[in-house]
């Protein structure tokens, strides 16, 4: 923090605007990321998946019963929470006897997502049928996540406690968890449940820290408005340092000590 701060501190001095130097460290700190940590989201990975969503919408024009492009773009729309159109994509694939587990699964979280809880269950019951450890326990998870918004606690707990289970170092799922048993009234548990997922997210590798960091920092809501706090009092201390700074030359003084104007109007000539 402090860094960032000298940095920003240091191109104010140099162009003169704390804005234009704000916006200027936003762009090399995006770079500095985009070759080190990789924390931030790249706007590249999503302008891609934006333009394979366009070349998948456009195969299926033209040919509608590529399932393996409509299963491929409903899971692109499940991503982008647009789950009424992930719904209208599978219902086909399934209809025309793609029953397998993806397709099951992706059309059952479709289902979920679009407020059709009772059809998303049954098509995740018979998705755990084939599969029960599908991607080490997303059956669980998805289900614990929509049972929480649709207000089954006691559902969504039991889900999420199986979930936990088969992978105990999940952010996520600690902070899922830990927002049951807020809603069940038991806020000793939920406080422990969140100190849970910060330790583990802490102790995570760098990559999964990436990932969880969202979660992460739901878990400990106080830390990123505590470093956003910091950062604009920073902020405003050095737009103030540096309106006191004489940043310019100061300007000469064009004026005389003599008046323009004489005592004498007509000067020598004047009679």
Do not use: C
């Not at 240091?10 to 162009?15: D, P, Q, R, S, V």
């Not at 605007?17 to 916006?23: C, G, K, Q, V, Y």
């Amino acid at each position: 923090m402090l860094t960032k701060w000298l940095l920003w501190m240091g191109l104010t001095l140099l162009t003169g605007s704390p804005l234009m130097s704000l916006a200027l460290l936003a762009v090399l700190l995006f770079a500095a990321d985009r070759f080190t940590l990789q924390v931030l989201p790249s706007p590249v990975r999503v302008l891609k998946k934006w333009q394979r969503a366009g070349q998948l919408a456009g195969t299926i024009l033209t040919n509608t019963h590529d399932r393996r492009a409509r299963a491929e773009l409903a899971d692109i729309r499940l991503g982008q929470k647009r789950y009424q159109e992930a719904v209208d994509l599978l219902r086909p694939n399934l209809d025309a006897g793609d029953d397998d587990v993806d397709t099951l699964f992706l059309l059952g979280v479709a289902y979920l997502g679009a407020g059709e809880a009772p059809k998303g269950e049954l098509l995740l019951d018979e998705a755990a049928r084939l599969d029960a450890d599908y991607r080490q326990g997303a059956i669980d998870l998805e289900r614990g996540r929509f049972r929480l918004q649709h207000g089954d606690l006691k559902g969504a707990r039991e889900a999420l406690e199986r979930f936990l289970q088969v992978r105990q170092g999940s952010v996520e799922g600690r902070v899922l968890l830990s927002r049951v048993l807020a809603k069940e009234g038991l806020v000793a548990e939920a406080k422990a449940m969140r100190d849970a997922a910060w330790r583990e997210y802490t102790v995570a590798p760098r990559f999964q820290r990436r990932r969880d960091r969202w979660w992460a920092y739901r878990a400990r809501p106080s830390r990123p408005l505590t470093y956003a706090a910091v950062a604009l009092v920073m902020m405003g201390v050095g737009a103030y340092v540096t309106r006191q700074l004489p940043l310019h030359d100061v300007a000469p003084r064009y004026g005389y000590d003599e008046p323009y104007a004489a005592d004498d109007p007509g000067g020598d000539d004047a009679e």
